[in-house]
C-alpha cells in the first residue's frame, strides 16, 4: 500500500470503529489516528516495532516527498569503488540508499506486502471479513419515486 493506501484504509475505517470520537481525532495526524483505531481493535500499533515502523518510515518518505525543503546533510562513510565502475554512479546509490531509502520500487513492494497484512489485522479485529479488505469499493444507491 502506498501512503495514500494507507490514509485511505484509515478514513474508511476510522469513524466505523470510533463512531463516537472520530469527530475529535479527524484532523490528527494519521499515525494518531492509526494508533487509535488499533487501540479501539485490540490491535497494539507501536511505531518502535515490526510491521508498524514501516508505516511511519513510509510517512515520514511521503512527507519529505510533499513537503521537501533544501537541507544540508552530513554523514560519513567509506566509499569503495568497484573496478570498471563509474564514482559518481556508485556515489549517488549510495545517497539515494541513505536518503531515499523507498525510492525503490523493490523496498516499496516489500513494505507494502508488510503493511498490508498489519493492517488487515486490524481490519479483521474491526469484524470485517478477511475477503472484503482486497476487494474493489463499489457503490450502491437505491430511491423511491413518489
Known amino acids: 500500500m ?34 487509535e483505531i488499533g487501540k479501539a481493535t485490540g490491535i497494539t500499533v507501536d511505531y518502535g516495532t515490526l510491521p508498524w515502523n514501516l508505516i ?9 516527498l510533499a513537503h521537501a525543503k533544501p ?13 570498471g565502475a563509474d564514482e559518481h554512479d556508485v556515489l549517488t546509490a549510495k545517497l539515494e540508499e541513505e536518503f531515499q531509502p523507498l525510492h525503490k520500487l523493490d ?4 513494505l ?5 497484512e498489519a493492517l488487515l489485522l486490524i481490519w479483521i479485529s474491526a469484524g470485517y471479513e478477511d475477503f472484503s479488505f482486497t476487494s474493489n469499493g463499489m457503490n450502491s444507491w437505491s430511491f423511491t419515486a413518489e
Do not use: C, M, Y
Open 56 to 64: 511511519k518510515e513510509l510517512f515520514d518518505a511521503r512527507n519529505r
Open 71 to 83: 537541507a544540508d546533510r552530513e554523514f560519513e562513510f567509506i566509499l569503495e569503488i568497484p573496478d
Open 112 to 116: 507494502a506486502k508488510t503493511i498490508d
Open 107 to 110: 523496498k516499496l513492494d516489500a
Open 2 to 35: 502506498t501512503a495514500f493506501s494507507v490514509e485511505a484504509f484509515i478514513q474508511t475505517i476510522g469513524p466505523e470503529v470510533l463512531p463516537t470520537t472520530w469527530i475529535t481525532i479527524e484532523r490528527k495526524s494519521v499515525l494518531h489516528k492509526l494508533k
